[in-house]
């Protein structure tokens, strides 16, 4: 079946600090590959995306390289804000259809 | 540019009553879901719909049941809550196109007691 893995437990860090989260994913065939973000008391929005092998998704200084040879899609920004603190879900579609899988999702807190 | 409206935002129900958490979406979207989110757990596609009067099974379908009668409503009923069903609700809606950007809602905060 189709299902996304991030690494465990909450990521704290000090601002400017440079983060990843790391993220691996199974999936049959070529699925599209996202990162969504949800800040406090609200939905979840999309972040980025990338929909084949070796694109870059990017955003807010937040990028995310699809590496199908890994089967990864890790979450990089270089100086984190204090802004930057949410919750951060990977993601995939499979081929085909618009069904999300998500990863459990990784609580940021950047502190000042 | 109300996107995706979730009502209501908050509800407190005891064990074996019934609610219908409303979703409503503007987008002329074709493909409407509906999530539960749980510590530890992400979210989970509970059922969905790939059109008007359609609805299909997610991942944890039991105890829910949904109804899509308009293009811009898509409802999940529980008919007799459990303490389980405790947990935050999601709806989203996307385009009827490969790798299309999901819109969620707000989210609905439902506790049984």
């Known amino acids: 079946g189709n299902s996304v893995t991030q690494m465990e437990g909450p990521v704290t860090l000090s601002e400017e600090a440079f983060l990843t989260i790391n993220c691996t994913y199974t999936a049959t065939g070529y699925p599209s590959l996202f990162w969504y973000v949800q800040y406090p008391g609200e939905g979840l929005q999309l972040l980025l995306k990338a929909t084949k092998a070796d694109d870059k998704g990017s955003n807010k200084g937040f990028e995310a390289t699809y590496r199908k040879e890994t089967t990864s899609f890790h979450l990089e920004k270089g100086s984190v804000q204090v802004s930057d603190s949410a919750v951060y879900f990977c993601?995939?579609?499979?081929?085909?259809?618009?069904?999300?899988?998500f990863g459990k999702g990784n609580q940021v807190v950047v502190i000042p | 540019n109300a996107g995706v409206t979730q009502t209501p935002k908050f509800r407190v129900l005891k064990t074996g009553q019934s609610m219908t958490l409303l979703c409503a979406q503007d987008m002329n979207h074709e493909y409407m879901y509906w999530y539960r989110q749980d510590p530890g757990m992400g979210l989970r596609l509970i059922h969905y719909?790939?059109?008007?009067?359609?609805?299909a099974k997610g991942e944890v379908p039991d105890g829910y049941n949904v109804s899509r009668l308009k293009k811009q409503n898509f409802l999940l009923g529980l008919e007799s809550a459990a303490p389980s069903q405790t947990s935050v609700y999601f709806c989203?809606?996307?385009?009827?196109?490969?790798?299309?950007?999901?819109?969620f809602g707000q989210g609905t905060r439902l506790t049984v007691v």
């Open positions: 989203a809606s996307t385009e009827d196109r490969t790798s299309a950007e999901a819109f």
């Open positions: 719909s790939v059109g008007e009067g359609t609805t």
């Open positions: 993601a995939l579609t499979p081929y085909g259809n618009n069904r999300l899988a």
